[in-house]
């Protein structure tokens, strides 16, 4: 993994990009695992993929979605491998907002409006990445729950076994493929005045099962909210089941990887399986 900071940054825009290589530039905190992200200037962002992550599959699918209430970005060029740095990397425009944090005050009809609208898009897209049946996953959630039932972590692991088993018997999709985000992490939803405004990171979205994008009713939202955000989408049982299935699967998979290293992602699993009924309030 190269060294991703403002000297990098400046080096590949002074190369590729120089009208904007003289603009301020500023690392961005984030507990993403995906991208380094600085702000440069007052309307952009460069982000540097920290694998070899498709940037250019992400245009495609950003230029292809219209009609959504909420921001999304903009990319405004997509450079070269150069400097050291091995993968292409993008400049996107700035998106106004704070990061959601789970547990509080989330808009919960305001996701489900932009889960709708995003649903209704009829581009041509890709395979999304959790847009596949939940037994896709089903050694991985198996392991980690043995794994994390190993640790120090206050967790009920019957308890897990037993939401997983009812995700995998629950009725597939047999609905036509359509768009889902796929990662409606809390910190890819961005809040203005507890409105949601903008949701950040497509590398992820595509075409698939809904049930993915029922994901943040666990990971953002409490049961105080869930069930608005459950109510405007009208979704069945089936679909619900195979939702939680993937909350939990993402909860169970991340704690035990990124307990030590990365205080955002392990908090928001802990929350998720709190949520779930597998660890103590």
């Not at 290589?21 to 961005?28: C, E, F, I, S, Y």
């Not at 106004?96 to 209704?120: K, S, W, Y």
């Not at 939803?189 to 950040?200: E, F, K």
Request: charged content about 20%; proline content about 9%.
């Amino acid at each position: 993994m190269p060294v991703t900071d403002t000297a990098l940054v400046r080096r590949l825009l002074r190369g590729q990009f120089p009208a904007w290589a003289d603009r301020p530039v500023t690392p961005l905190a984030s507990g993403g695992t995906v991208n380094d992200v600085f702000r440069l200037g007052d309307d952009l962002t460069v982000r540097l993929p920290r694998s070899a992550e498709d940037v250019v599959q992400e245009r495609r699918i950003l230029n292809a979605l219209s009609g959504l209430p909420m921001a999304i970005p903009v990319v405004a060029a997509v450079g070269e491998p150069a400097e050291g740095y091995p993968w292409p990397w993008a400049v996107h425009g700035w998106l106004d907002g704070e990061p959601a944090l789970e547990g509080r005050d989330a808009p919960a009809r305001e996701l489900a409006e932009f889960v709708t609208a995003l649903r209704a898009n009829t581009a041509d897209g890709p395979p999304a990445y959790r847009g596949k049946p939940v037994a896709t996953v089903d050694r991985a959630a198996r392991g980690a729950i043995d794994e994390l039932s190993r640790t120090d972590e206050p967790f009920d692991a019957a308890a897990a076994s037993a939401l997983w088993a009812s995700a995998l018997a629950a009725p597939q999709w047999t609905g036509p493929p359509c768009w889902v985000h796929s990662d409606l992490m809390p910190s890819n939803l961005l809040l203005h005045d507890g409105r949601l405004t903008g949701v950040l990171d497509w590398a992820t979205a595509g075409l698939g099962d809904p049930a993915c994008d029922l994901i943040p009713a666990w990971n953002l939202l409490t049961a105080a909210t869930r069930p608005a955000f459950r109510d405007a989408l009208d979704v069945d049982d089936a679909t619900w089941a195979r939702g939680r299935g993937w909350a939990l699967a993402m909860a169970v998979i991340q704690l035990p990887y990124y307990r030590h290293t990365n205080p955002v992602i392990s908090a928001n699993a802990r929350h998720v399986l709190t949520q779930l009924g597998c660890r103590p309030a």
